[in-house]
């Protein structure tokens, strides 16, 4: 079974730049999270999507972030203009339905921003 | 904001004994879960506990969820090599049922 599929792996770009990172939720799955981790803050939680919905988006931290689903198989979460503070691994997760049901993890896509 | 502190953040034990890690928060929980997560990859669910006073078996693993909700312990018996990972807690948040994760403990096994 595919899991939860992410692109890119890894990301390297310069201050002031568009990233888009890009997720494939397991099929099936109604409920998709978008996470950043870094040494300083972990694991949070920037958005949750159910039925392509955004359901919650208190946790992107400022306008730079933004965040789509067009369709249950695809999600997007863009920064622009990058900065070096955005530096960290980002997540997605999908779940069948909702916070509290098993969510499954991505591999990640580790952003560095020069 | 609800914190998860956990401790040790680094542990660092020979093959073959046995360790336990904390996790611990000033806040109720409506449940508790454990992940591990392994270098270059995401976090991987292990255990749900719900109950407080609860307490779950997984293999070598015993995970126990506080009395009171608020905290929670990972003991690992005869530690191995693959147990290596990252450990984190996250509890389940009344309401909006959010994960809040905790700060982490990094073990390593050495064989």
């Known amino acids: 079974d595919a899991g939860v599929i992410q692109s890119p792996r890894h990301e390297v770009t310069e201050m002031g730049q568009e990233v888009t990172l890009r997720c494939k939720p397991i099929?099936?799955?109604?409920?998709l999270f978008w996470y950043r981790q870094t040494m300083m803050r972990g694991l949070e939680l920037l958005i949750y999507?159910?039925?392509?919905?955004?359901?919650?988006d208190s946790g992107m931290p400022e306008d730079r972030f933004s965040a789509k689903m067009p369709n249950a198989s695809f999600s997007t979460l863009k920064i622009q203009p990058s900065e070096p503070r955005d530096s960290a691994v980002y997540f997605c997760?999908?779940?069948?339905?909702?916070?509290?049901?098993?969510?499954?993890f991505g591999p990640g896509t580790r952003l560095l921003v020069l | 904001t609800q914190l998860l502190e956990q401790s040790p953040q680094f542990l660092s034990i020979q093959e073959g004994e046995n360790l336990t890690v904390y996790c611990n928060s000033s806040?109720?929980?409506?449940?508790l879960q454990w992940y591990r997560q392994e270098p270059g990859e995401g976090p991987v669910l292990l255990v749900t506990?719900?109950?407080?006073?609860e307490v779950k078996k997984l293999k070598r693993l015993t995970f126990q969820f506080g009395d009171a909700r608020k905290d929670s312990s990972l003991h690992i018996t005869a530690a191995q090599p693959g147990d290596t990972g990252l450990y984190l807690c996250a509890g389940v948040n009344f309401g909006n049922e959010k994960l809040t994760f905790g700060t982490g403990t990094r073990l390593t096994i050495i064989p």
């Open positions: 099929s099936g799955h109604n409920s």
């Open positions: 999507f159910n039925n392509n919905v955004p359901i919650d």
């Open positions: 506990v719900v109950t407080g006073g």
């Open positions: 806040s109720v929980f409506s449940s």
């Open positions: 997760a999908s779940s069948t339905t909702g916070m509290k049901e098993t969510q499954y």
